[in-house]
Each structure stands twice: as C-alpha cells, then as structure tokens.
C-alpha cells in the first residue's frame, strides 16, 4: 500500500468559485512525474497531460461508483469542437487497473482521453480527501440522477457481473478536478467532499475558457447565446 504524504496544495472551494476568485498560488512540481497509465498500460508521466496547454483533469472515486458514472456520462457529451476552438484539453483520471479503462469508456460513451493512478500517488500528494464528509451548505451535483439506494445497487451489480470481479479503486477514495497549464501552474482546484459533491461541469469549462454554453440533455450539443 502506498504510504500517505503530506498535501502539497491549498483547496479552492466551490464557496471561491461562486465568489470570482477561484485563482491558486501552487503549482504541480511535486507531482509532474507520477505515472498515470493509458487503456494498454503505457505509462506516461503526469506532466505531459499540461504540459503544453490548458487542461481540465477530472479525478474520479472508482469506475463502479455510479455517481463517477454519470458524471463521466455527461463529460462524454461535451463536444470534442467545444474543446478544441477554446484549445483546451479534457483528461479523466481513475484509480483502477488499466484493464478497466475500456469497459469504463464503453458504459459511458467517455470519447475523450482518459488515465489511471492506480498507487493513487496524484490523490494522495494533492491531499484529495478519503472518507465522506458532507456539510449542510452542500450542494448535489446536477450530473447524478440516481438516487443513493438505486445508485449502490447499480454499483453492486456492476461488481459482481463485472470479468474481474473488484471494486476497481479505493472505495474510500474521493475525487476532484484541476485545471492546470500550460506547465505546472494551478487555475482553480476544487476537490469532492463526498461521492455527490462534483463541480458542475459547465463551471469547469468556463474557469478553463470554453466560451458556449452546453447543454446536459440527453443529445450533447452547444447551445450558442
């Protein structure tokens, strides 16, 4: 297992979000040459992911939590011209063996790239919370439509239909979102307090300067106004 390590960063919260000053003063120098693997298991340092551009990384609980599933469901919608006039890249990042990828990308229809961190080592150095905290000014995200109890059952079932019958990733393990790039330098941070508490989406992409407003509904389209 790995051994735990002190957070290198200062979370922003969805509260500085909603007040105009989601800008952070860290970069990601103590975590560019952690290996996130590809869906054939090629290894590629962290860094490349930023490098060159603005990216927008999702980090994702495990890929049987059925609130990541739908997430990704409407990251999937997003229109891969939306991305590409705003120059922005999208990256989603798990936990899970490599060999989960695939399956994952085809219950979702998840069309863009997409990594795993399977010794969790990003997770941990970025002090992404484990456990489930909620608070009262807690807000649901509006990309989960199932409710908890039908949720977990789907999250069961998946697990035990599933060829390799794990939990693929930390159950305990909370996500988040970085926007970060070009290089090391940090946008905005917004890290989950529990399995319900993702940042919207049309949020991320403004911060990340994607300009047309998307619609969430069931076909992915650009709504221009």
Excluded at 58 to 84: G, H, Q, T, W
Aim: hydrophobic residues 35%; glycine residues 6%; contains cysteine.
């Amino acid at each position: 297992m790995a051994e735990a390590v002190s957070p290198i960063t200062r979370q922003v919260t969805k509260e500085t979000q909603e007040s105009g000053t989601p800008s952070v003063e860290y970069g990601l120098e103590d975590v560019e040459d952690c290996l996130v693997y590809d869906r054939r298991g090629v290894p590629v340092p962290f860094k490349n992911l930023y490098q060159d551009r603005k990216t927008v990384i999702i980090f994702v609980r495990n890929f049987l939590c059925y609130s990541c599933k739908e997430y990704v469901e409407d990251l999937s919608k997003i229109p891969k011209e939306a991305l590409e006039d705003a120059d922005i890249r999208l990256v989603v990042i798990g936990q899970s063996a490599h060999r989960h990828i695939e399956p994952f990308c085809s219950l979702t229809a998840y069309p863009h790239e997409i990594y795993v961190d399977p010794e969790r080592c990003i997770y941990q150095k970025l002090g992404m919370k484990r456990e489930e905290k909620y608070t009262e000014s807690g807000h649901r995200s509006p990309h989960v439509k199932s409710g908890i109890f039908m949720g977990q059952l789907k999250s069961i079932w998946r697990a035990m239909t599933s060829p390799a019958f794990d939990f693929q990733g930390d159950m305990h393990q909370q996500g988040g979102a970085v926007i970060a790039g070009p290089g090391p330098r940090v946008h905005f941070s917004p890290f989950d307090m529990n399995h319900l508490d993702h940042m919207p989406i049309e949020w991320l992409l403004q911060l990340a300067g994607v300009h047309q407003t998307l619609d969430f509904g069931s076909e992915p389209k650009i709504v221009h106004v």
